[in-house]
């Protein structure tokens, strides 16, 4: 595996772990979707998932993680502004 791939694969797997983070600490109470962190948690997460389903071509769950990406961006911008 090239090195950009694996860089790819590592990014994706970070992605992963980090929206399964996310879900788990508004799940549980310990954020809820006004907080700054876990939208930015659900941003790098969705785009680590997204680049790396894009790379392969597979467009199902890219197309889910682009738009979840934008909501949680959108979602950011309200808190922020």
Do not use: C, H, R
């Not at 860089?7 to 970070?14: D, K, Q």
């Not at 772990?17 to 790098?44: H, K």
């Not at 998932?49 to 769950?61: A, C, E, F, L, T």
């Amino acid at each position: 595996m090239s090195g950009y791939k694996t860089l790819a694969e590592i990014f994706g797997w970070l992605g992963a772990i980090i929206t399964i983070i996310a879900y788990a600490l508004i799940s549980f109470g310990v954020f809820d979707a006004t907080n700054i962190l876990y939208q930015i948690l659900n941003l790098t997460g969705a785009v680590g998932v997204g680049v790396v389903s894009i790379m392969k071509k597979i467009y199902q769950p890219a197309t889910l993680e682009v738009i979840w990406a934008l909501i949680a961006f959108i979602a950011l911008l309200n808190i922020i502004l």
